[in-house]
């Protein structure tokens, strides 16, 4: 899903390296090439292997040559980085934290012209394992572990986001694994919003409660959950609306939600094509609810990949899931390392 990141990131480096060897190469101070002497083994070379020699200077020649990047040359250099993270939709703090990171390893400090590329590499791959180095969490083991039943997971974000679809993707991954799964159809707002929640339910065999369109969320929630506990199940994963009339009164109403029933987990759906307003959308749910994890969806049709960094660095919370598809299989376990991997790093 970072396709375009990280080939943008990939030419902006390399475009940086080729600047910087280059200036390297004219700026290069004369007593830093004397000091090369030649190893008495070389003097020695018959003429014809002239040509060893020639190349074991040349790669001699290479690593010693130092450069060193002033201030406003790295403010200039920086500048297509920046870029390429603005452009893939990475907030802002995320693109300040990189320019600190690399500044601070970069500026004014001695480098071998063969190492500029590794080092750029280095420490963004510090920056990024930072960013995303939020602890993992199993959502199995943390509902066995919980001696809740049934354990509560409440799903948040805005219409379209993708909520009902991972809503039964969870529960068919849950179910995958012998739990008993109940759905609370809690999107009472929009006049489809329960109805499709229905259909998927019956796609991956779950039970699902559903009131008449408009009636209150809350207490759908509160009757499935005693509907569970009832029948014993282990889960019941709640929908909610992702509009009512203003942001204010939806937030309003989930904090209703999580007042009375009391969820034992909150995940916040987030689609990996917002833009820049992921910003707004995780500091806003944030503020009014209590969110434990994120799932990212549609990581299939977008390559810009910057919200989900961008959602990641604001919450500080864990990504539970990737969604990679419109299949109820299509949900993928988040994995930092292989994160990095795909960002080239
Ligand atoms: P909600 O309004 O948040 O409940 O969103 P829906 O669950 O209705 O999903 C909105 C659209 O996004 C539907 O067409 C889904 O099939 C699609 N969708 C959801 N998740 C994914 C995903 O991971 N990949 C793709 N390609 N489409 C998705």
């Known amino acids: 899903m970072f396709k375009f990141l990280k080939d943008k990131l990939k030419e902006a480096i390399s475009g940086i390296t080729k600047k910087v060897e280059s200036d390297a190469e004219t700026e290069a101070e004369p ?6 002497e030649e190893p008495e083994e070389i003097t020695k070379i018959v003429p014809e292997k002239e040509e060893i020699k020639k190349s074991f200077f040349k790669k001699l020649h290479e690593k010693v040559i130092l450069t060193k990047i002033t201030k406003e040359k790295f403010e200039e250099l920086f500048s297509d980085i920046e870029l390429a993270l603005l452009e893939n939709n990475v907030a802002n703090e995320i693109v300040e934290r ?39 969490i199993d959502i ?30 969870l529960a068919k991954f849950l179910k995958d694994k012998n739990l008993k799964v109940m759905l609370a159809a809690g999107d009472t707002f929009r006049a489809a919003g329960a109805s499709q929640l229905a259909q998927y339910a019956e796609k991956v065999n779950v039970p ?3 009131g008449k369109y408009g009636s209150d969320s809350c207490s759908i929630i509160f009757d499935t959950i005693s509907s569970a506990r009832a029948r014993n199940y282990d889960v019941v994963i709640a929908d909610t609306a992702g509009r009512i009339h203003n942001n204010q009164n939806l937030l309003n109403e ?38 434990d ?12 990949g910057g919200a989900l ?5 604001i919450l500080k919370k864990p990504i539970l899931f990737l969604g990679t598809g419109q299949g109820f299989d299509d949900l993928n376990e988040y994995n930092k390392e ?5 960002l080239g790093f």
């Open 31 to 36: 007593e830093v090439k004397t000091k090369v």
């Open 98 to 136: 990189i320019r600190s990171e690399l500044e601070k390893d970069l500026v004014d400090i001695p480098i071998k012209r063969n190492e500029v590329s590794s080092i750029i590499k280095s420490s963004f791959k510090k920056v990024l394992e930072d960013i995303i180095s939020i602890e993992k």
């Open 140 to 169: 199995y083991k943390r509902i066995k572990e919980s001696g809740k039943k049934p354990f509560v997971i409440l799903f948040l974000g805005y219409n379209g986001v993708g909520k009902s679809l991972t809503v039964a993707k």
């Open 208 to 210: 699902v409660i559903k």
């Open 254 to 291: 989930l904090k209703k939600i999580n007042k009375v029933n009391n969820p034992d987990f909150n995940i916040l759906v987030i689609d990996a094509m917002t833009g820049s307003d992921v910003v707004n959308q995780a500091e806003e749910f944030g503020k009014s609810v209590k969110i």
């Open 293 to 304: 994890a994120l799932i990212i969806t549609k990581s299939d049709t977008y390559e810009k």
């Open 309 to 313: 960094l961008s959602a990641v660095y």
């Open 338 to 342: 292989e994160m990095i991997k795909n």
